[in-house]
């Protein structure tokens, strides 16, 4: 078996990405996004390119040193969808939290990220870690923390050396009762900390993914033990990574400062980070072609008006790995629990349909553009390494649940006795993740009403009500909204299946339950990839989770011509580490 973890870490399918100059609509670009960074289902290999304002001109990242002709200094200028419902890492779940926190904390591992790395091909490198040893039976990892490293240098820390006392409390946040994450984390049976720069983790089962998990950037910051009474992680972000945290006022920006002493020596390359909060995305497009942001979320239509406004614009598009669905209350009494009805409703849809609405994949591809799509099923289109096409051979008679077929849906609903419909409360949000989700959330009600389905409406506050009651499982009626996008596979079954706290529909199928926790320890690549089919097939079967379109077709970002090394690109939300450290600006 060790042979295998060798394998896996060295061997991961690498995919290219792809240029264009349109796409579809992301979700505040680089430090807080959400959307615009995933895979495409090309197996192929090749560096990361993106497309400049002269139609064609492509960068050629291998061919140059992506360092040379540095010019330090500046202040790198971004924007966030909303504010989020707090800054601690562990105090909530929302991406608006995790990708402030990344900022500000380390995690013991991240993303490897250069110009010459394809997307879907970082790999987990060390942040705190110097170096990982794990034991022939894949159930022990002895980690060595990186001698050195510092926290920021400001009270009540002061620039103390990160010690295993930091990474014990910070484990203990992470996986205590009240974080909803805690789940991901369960299948660690111990942790023992020999010494001050020693951590030994002793697992249940093997686990393909653990270095994945460690870099994950929803579970396991680091913060110092005085985050426990010596200062408040809900106002203050102190922690040893590439930013350190000047300020927040809601409602209108973060600043950041650079980390002199990080331990990635030489780097960050600018001075600061400034992220606007910015809701709307006419203002946050208006802000970019106005000079005043160095990277925004473009949407399809817009592409080629920015093209021609800003001479040189860097235009950047990626297929996510961004699932959106709907899910439904626990009620057995409700009119969903039957799974003819929710076949019914996955069968309502229009998935082509509603792709060219959200996304204009047919006057782009007709433009000649490389705007790459598919349809989402429990694992999202553009996570290609574990994803099941519904439209393929593989998925077998379930296909048939995934195709817009009004005449059989209506067949379901009769054979459920809904024959005569039935009204529901359907739920999700607005203004916080992009036009093209606004776009279908809304068609999809019209779909609902063709099989006798009315849906009584109800945009949802993100923060007080959707992403701490409606995500969490507490709601009635139907709700539609984005799965956190995992860096690594295995969290979605995990968080959809089994018993923890962000089980959204409260499902309780102990086959799937078992598939979930299996993947983790299957023995094989290949074997590994067939648990995750069985998976999909099964959830197709009941469809206790209802896949729909947003996030399944190419995202897009504009980045300004002055800024430099675009092409270090991360899975969400890594990018203040893992991208930012690297950008520069060259401005006359």
């Known amino acids: 078996m060790a042979d295998y973890w060798d394998k896996y870490w060295q061997g991961r399918t690498s995919r290219r990405r792809f240029m264009g100059v349109a796409g579809a609509a992301g979700v505040g670009a680089a430090g807080l996004a959400l959307v615009g960074c995933g895979d495409d289902d090309d197996t192929g290999g090749g560096a990361n390119t993106l497309a400049t304002a002269t139609p064609g001109a492509a960068a050629s990242p291998t061919a140059v040193d992506p360092l040379a002709g540095v010019k330090r200094g500046g202040v790198y200028k971004t924007s966030a ?53 794990a034991s022939p039976d894949g159930l022990k990892y002895t980690i060595k923390l990186r001698p050195g490293v510092k926290f920021h240098n400001v009270a009540p820390v002061n620039g103390r050396a990160v010690t295993t006392e930091d990474v014990k409390f910070s484990w203990g946040r992470a996986t205590a009762a009240t974080n909803t994450n805690a789940g991901q984390l369960a299948f660690v049976d111990k942790i023992e900390y020999p010494d001050a720069s020693t951590i030994a983790f002793t697992l249940k089962a093997p686990n393909a993914a653990f270095l994945d998990i460690l870099a994950d950037t929803n579970l396991l910051q680091i913060m110092p033990t005085e985050a ?20 927040y006022k809601p409602g209108e920006k973060f600043v950041f400062k650079k980390n002199p002493d990080w331990h990635e020596k030489g780097y960050p390359l600018m001075d600061g980070v400034e992220i606007a909060i910015i809701p709307e995305y006419a203002n946050r497009k208006a802000q970019f072609l106005a000079g005043n942001l160095d990277v925004t979320d473009l949407n399809a239509e ?97 296909a048939k649940y995934f195709k817009y077929n009004i005449a059989e849906a209506k067949k379901l609903m009769e054979a459920a006795g809904k024959g005569a419909g039935f009204e529901i409360k359907y739920q999700y949000v607005q203004n916080r993740y992009g036009a093209s989700f606004d776009n279908i959330a809304e068609a999809q009600i019209g779909y609902l009403a063709g099989i006798g389905i009315k849906a009584n409406v109800e945009i949802q506050d993100y923060s007080a009500k959707y992403i701490t009651q409606t995500f969490a499982g507490n709601f009635q009626g139907i709700a539609f909204g984005y799965e956190t996008p995992f860096p690594e596979g295995g969290g979605y079954p995990l968080r959809h299946f089994t018993d923890n706290p962000l089980n959204h529909g409260k499902i309780k199928d102990a086959e799937l339950a078992k598939l979930a926790r299996d993947q ?56 203040p580490t893992e991208e930012l450290p690297f950008r520069w600006r060259d401005k006359a």
């Open 81 to 133: 969808s909303g504010d989020p419902p707090t800054i601690d890492p562990f105090g909530n779940l929302s991406f608006l939290t995790k990708g402030a926190a990344i900022y500000s904390y380390s995690r013991l591992y991240k993303y490897k990220t250069d110009p010459a790395i394809n997307f879907a091909s970082v790999l987990p490198t060390g942040d705190l870690a110097a170096t990982s040893e």
């Open 228 to 247: 426990d009474g010596k200062f408040d992680p809900a106002k203050v972000m102190i922690g040893s990574g590439p930013w350190v945290f000047d300020s």
């Open 302 to 398: 817009d592409l080629v008006s920015t093209r021609d406004q800003v001479k040189g614009v860097q235009l950047y598009g990626e297929l996510p790995r961004l699932l959106s669905f709907f899910y439904f209350d626990a009620d057995p009494a409700s009119p969903v629990a039957d799974p003819r009805v929710r076949q019914a409703i996955s069968m309502c849809l229009d998935r082509d349909a509603l792709t060219d609405l959200g996304y204009n994949i047919k006057k782009l591809k007709a433009a000649g553009l490389d705007v790459k799509t598919g349809w989402n099923n429990i694992i999202p289109a553009g996570f290609s390494r574990f994803w099941l096409d519904p439209q393929g051979k593989d998925i077998g008679d379930t």
């Open 520 to 575: 983790q320890s299957a023995p094989t690549e290949e074997k590994r990839k067939a648990i995750f089919w069985d998976i999909q097939r099964k959830n197709a079967e009941k469809m206790y989770y209802v896949p729909s379109q947003a996030g399944a077709a190419t995202s897009w970002e504009g980045h300004a011509p002055s800024i430099k090394n675009v092409l270090y690109q991360t899975i969400p939300y890594g990018a």
